[in-house]
């Protein structure tokens, strides 16, 4: 079974608006973090935002909100306002405590903003 | 400060060929990782080391070695290049090993090309 499906495989968003990026994970451990990478068409792999198992809030790093739902399994990503420079595929990542030393990918959703 | 280096950028082998992808940080991370990335595929891990000594496989180990004899470095050499290693090559490090929260850091990563 995958452990992180993004089920997007493209987005498209009008500039200024907010989107949402969807992302569900499957494991059974309590202590996990869950992550989010932007990569630009340049290819380079950008951190953007972080969530573990046991906050209780949810994460915010400026534009950037994660959407955590637990008893879901969710996890998605929230842009708000968003840019031209937003334009690039985003990845959603797992690392579980019992395997911590891997950070297992889904497999990407193509953001596109529209001028 | 350079975060993660790779070396080369771009490389074309024939089939049979040998190499040594090249990966660097100067932050004194414990961890480091390689990861390859194909089309429609999130990042996939290869190899792993959590010090120096000290490697262990990922996801898709077969047809690469790694070594880690310093902190700072962690080459990754494929052993007889095969069409199916053609593909974009991530090495990544973090603080600490074994942390769910750590954050991973990339380099800019090396395509592959396997003729």
């Not at chain 1, 972080?50 to 906050?55: A, H, K, L, T, V």
């Not at chain 2, 991530?90 to 003729?115: E, K």
């Amino acid at each position: 079974a995958q452990k992180i499906t993004q089920t997007q495989p493209g987005m498209f968003v009008q500039e200024k608006e907010a989107v949402t990026l969807d992302c569900t994970y499957d494991t059974s451990d309590q202590s996990y973090g869950l992550f989010w990478y932007k990569q630009p068409s340049s290819g380079e792999m950008i951190f953007l935002i972080y969530q573990g198992s046991y906050d209780e809030q949810n994460a915010t790093e400026g534009r950037y909100s994660l959407n955590f739902q637990k008893a879901r399994k969710s996890a998605n990503l929230v842009i708000s306002a968003s840019q031209l420079g937003d334009s690039a595929m985003y990845f959603c990542a797992m690392r579980e405590g019992s395997s911590a030393r891997q950070l297992t990918f889904g497999s990407g959703t193509q953001l596109t903003v529209l001028p | 400060n350079a975060g993660v280096t790779q070396t080369p950028k771009f490389q074309v082998l024939k089939t049979g060929q040998s190499m040594t992808l090249q990966c660097a940080q100067d932050m004194n991370h414990e961890y480091m990782s390689w990861y390859r990335q194909d089309p429609g595929m999130g990042l996939r891990l290869i190899h792993y080391s959590v010090g120096a000594g000290i490697t262990d496989q990922g996801e898709v180990p077969n047809g690469y070695n790694v070594s880690r004899s310093t902190t700072e470095d962690f080459p990754l050499r494929l052993l007889s290049a095969a069409p199916s290693q053609t593909s974009v090559y991530f090495c990544a490090s973090s603080a600490f090993a074994g942390g769910i929260t750590d954050t991973q850091y990339f380099g800019p990563g090396t395509r592959l090309t396997v003729l």
